[in-house]
């Protein structure tokens, strides 16, 4: 394993200046929100005609696929890697634990921006990230479902 050049502002304006369409989704997202959780992982969903133009983007941090494009739209997820660990999502839709579809689509389409130090960073709205977390329902989603909660009501 060689060092990357990772660094989380300059990955952000870089996907941000890309053509990938691309979410964060993920406990990531909930510390750009503010919430108190903590996450050394990073999470993207994608268009699934957007690989090529996500792994540039990630080659110049020094990010390799662990698949290829083609390997990443059969089994919809593959990551970008290095010392620092990119999960990637790339399914048209995947269901919930309880059978609900959830399409990345409709999640770009309802798509918020956060501002990170002059960088766009793309997420799904408050609700569509909760729908996210309902994809796993790991205790730790379960937690991060109650947070954003708490902030959709507070706003």
């Not at 290095?82 to 609900?100: F, I, K, M, Q």
Request: with cysteine.
């Amino acid at each position: 394993m060689e060092p990357s050049a990772f660094d989380e502002l300059a990955f952000f304006r870089a996907l941000d200046d890309s053509a990938a369409r691309a979410l964060l989704i993920g406990r990531r997202a909930l510390v750009l929100l503010g919430l108190p959780v903590l996450t050394a992982v990073y999470d993207f969903w994608i268009a699934i005609d957007d690989i090529e133009a996500f792994n540039g983007v990630g080659a110049r941090f020094g990010l390799h696929p662990t698949r290829t494009p083609d390997e990443a739209r059969r089994s919809g997820r593959y990551a970008v890697e290095n010392d620092e660990h990119v999960d990637v999502l790339v399914a048209r839709s995947v269901p919930t634990v309880d059978g609900e579809a959830v399409e990345f689509e409709t999640l770009w389409d309802r798509r918020t921006v956060v501002q990170v130090d002059g960088s766009r960073v793309c997420l799904p709205c408050l609700d569509d990230l909760i729908l996210t977390k309902r994809i796993g329902a790991r205790p730790k989603d379960l937690e991060d479902i109650r947070l954003l909660r708490i902030l959709r009501d507070a706003r």
